[in-house]
């Protein structure tokens, strides 16, 4: 079984300044991990994943995640908001790939003040 | 269209109706999956079809919620008997399989009076 914990669920953050959306997991396999992005009234979208590969994983839009197995985390980062990138994040564990369904978080919704 | 398609984009019915809810899958993608995502919940996992194994339906909350797949492309995902706290909104997403990057659709937005 798996699990993720959004450590957050509201961050606001001012234009310009770095970005940290905490995310820690749990699971029976080595997982697969996901950070996806839902914009208002659209579709998710996903942000970058981790499969086992290099542990800083970078995404699109600048973001990226490093996954610390000491610490069960996959915390989402970016050096410098931008407005567009007010949305809701959700961070996502699989088992390892070829066994698909994915368990999300509850989301942190990213607010960013101009 | 060249994303994941989903009707009615909002769908709004009284308690005890019966409603169903279609998704049109990106082609080519061999997995479908619907979700349920309520105001303030990270999205639930309901059902599960890749290919033309059996679906794994674990997380339907009720045997009032049934889905098909007809032909490995469309999905009904279908309500029986509605209660209001079926209102949510449901998601539907595709894949090619094996990569874990899930395609999803805008949602349709269902509200039980």
């Known amino acids: 079984a798996q699990s993720v914990t959004q450590l957050d669920s509201h961050v606001s953050v001012s234009e310009g300044t770095p970005v940290l959306l905490r995310c820690n997991y749990s699971?029976?396999?080595?997982?697969?991990l996901f950070w996806y992005v839902q914009h208002p009234n659209k579709g998710l979208q996903l942000l970058l994943k981790?499969?086992?590969?290099?542990?800083l994983v970078k995404g699109i839009n600048g973001f990226e995640a490093e996954f610390k197995k000491s610490e069960t985390s996959f915390h989402l980062t970016k050096p410098s908001a931008h407005m567009s990138d007010a949305a809701e994040y959700f961070c996502?564990?699989?088992?390892?790939?070829?066994?698909?369904?994915?368990?999300f978080g509850t989301g942190t919704r990213l607010t960013i003040i101009p | 269209g060249a994303g994941v398609s989903q009707s009615p984009s909002n769908k709004v019915t009284e308690k005890g109706k019966d409603v169903e809810l279609r998704c049109d899958p990106i082609?080519?993608?061999?997995?479908l999956y619907w979700y349920r995502q309520s105001l303030g919940q990270g999205l639930e996992f309901l059902i599960y079809?890749?290919?033309?194994?059996?679906?794994?339906k674990s997380g339907l909350p009720s045997d009032r919620f049934s889905a098909e797949r007809t032909g490995g492309s469309v999905s009904t995902l279908t309500i029986q008997r509605t209660q209001q706290e079926d209102s949510a909104v449901y998601l539907c997403?595709?894949?090619?399989?094996?990569?874990?990057?899930?395609?999803f659709g805008e949602g349709s937005r269902l509200t039980v009076l």
């Open positions: 997403a595709s894949s090619r399989g094996g990569t874990g990057e899930l395609f």
């Open positions: 699971s029976s396999y080595s997982p697969s």
């Open positions: 981790y499969t086992s590969a290099a542990t």
């Open positions: 996502v564990v699989s088992a390892p790939l070829g066994n698909e369904k994915l368990t």
């Open positions: 082609s080519g993608h061999t997995a």
């Open positions: 079809f890749q290919g033309n194994s059996a679906p794994d």
